[in-house]
């Protein structure tokens, strides 16, 4: 018994039994469906709670919200000794925190606003060509002809799923696109500029500081609309709303997201991104009848086929180490 034991677990055993990672995959892979939900499900409840709050005052209650959030993830990692960095990383971190939440976070709450739920969770997903494109520009990659066919592709895909705004002369929504795909790019600006300061200090703090950075001009900007919401007539369900698009979706959802990505690998876990939309689209056509003809539809297809082309697409050669990228200015 000992001798069998000691060779091995029987087959019945690992059937049973399976290993570690294999759980630690199978969990992340259940989170990672979980967290597509909760992302699909976000933007038409931010839609709500803007709707009530104003974006202006949405960002104003999620930027008292966020910094406590930040701070209790260093606490409980730290302690009350918070890493000390030098000035210029420090700079670093101040410059990555306007990126991603005076300029990403504020353009994508006024650009859902004035556009519709599935119109803005296809145009964020256009985020990896920008990304593409940036690593480019900066000489990190090249890129090959089935990654530029795809950045063409998923162009041409937005034109055909915007067409109907345009020719329809719906200013505002078609607006609220564009502040999107600006607000997309921002969001790759933050992806390339952040992953050398991640390498060094870890997401947890990159994440802690840039969030405590960021949130001082948004803060002061939106202050002025925040100020004006009745917050004492603000019912439950707003609250709610509200606590769910803060909390749950951005902060606690990132944390998972970089959880699921360690243990299942970006490549594996990266594709799962494109349910978001289709997610989006059946919410908020259940919640708002939000309605989609043929050309929008197309258009949807066309373009997250062309976003993934371009970021599955065999990689061109590197050339130069990504190590050596700073913050984008």
Request: glycine share 10%; hydrophobic share 55%.
């Amino acid at each position: 018994m000992f001798t069998s034991r000691s060779a091995g677990p029987t087959p019945t055993a690992i059937a049973s039994y399976p290993p570690p990672e294999t759980s630690r995959q199978r969990a992340a892979l259940l989170l990672a469906f979980a967290l597509i939900l909760v992302w699909g499900i976000n933007f038409s409840v931010q839609k709500f709670v803007f709707n009530a709050l104003t974006p202006g005052g949405f960002l104003f209650i999620r930027y008292l919200i966020m910094p406590v959030c930040a701070a209790a993830l260093l606490w409980q990692r730290y302690g009350i000794n918070w890493p000390r960095l030098p000035a210029p990383e420090l700079w670093a971190l101040l410059r990555l925190g306007l990126l991603g939440h005076l300029l990403h976070v504020g353009l994508v709450t006024f650009g859902i606003h004035w556009s519709t739920a599935f119109s803005s969770s296809l145009i964020l997903a256009c985020g990896p060509v920008f990304t593409l494109l940036l690593l480019r520009r900066l000489g990190i990659e090249r890129l090959t002809r089935a990654q530029i066919a795809g950045v063409a592709v998923a162009c041409v895909g937005v034109l055909i799923f915007l067409s109907d705004k345009l020719l329809g002369a719906q200013w505002r929504a078609g607006g609220g696109d564009l502040v999107l795909l600006i607000a997309a790019f921002f969001f790759s600006a933050y992806t390339v500029s952040a992953k050398p300061l991640i390498e060094r200090h870890g997401g947890v703090l990159v994440m802690a500081y840039a969030t405590l950075f960021g949130c001082v001009p948004v803060l002061l900007i939106s202050a002025p609309a925040g100020l004006q919401v009745d917050w004492s007539a603000v019912s439950l369900t707003i609250w709610s709303g509200l606590m769910w698009a803060v909390v749950v979706s951005a902060f606690v959802g990132w944390l998972v997201w970089g959880w699921v990505n360690a243990v299942r690998g970006v490549a594996r876990t990266a594709p799962l991104i494109y349910l978001m939309p289709p997610v989006a689209g059946l919410v908020a056509w259940w919640v708002t009848g939000e309605g989609y003809g043929a050309i929008k539809l197309i258009g949807a297809v066309v373009t997250l086929i062309g976003v993934a082309v371009a970021q599955f697409a065999r990689r061109g050669d590197p050339a130069r180490n990504v190590e050596s990228v700073g913050v984008v200015d």
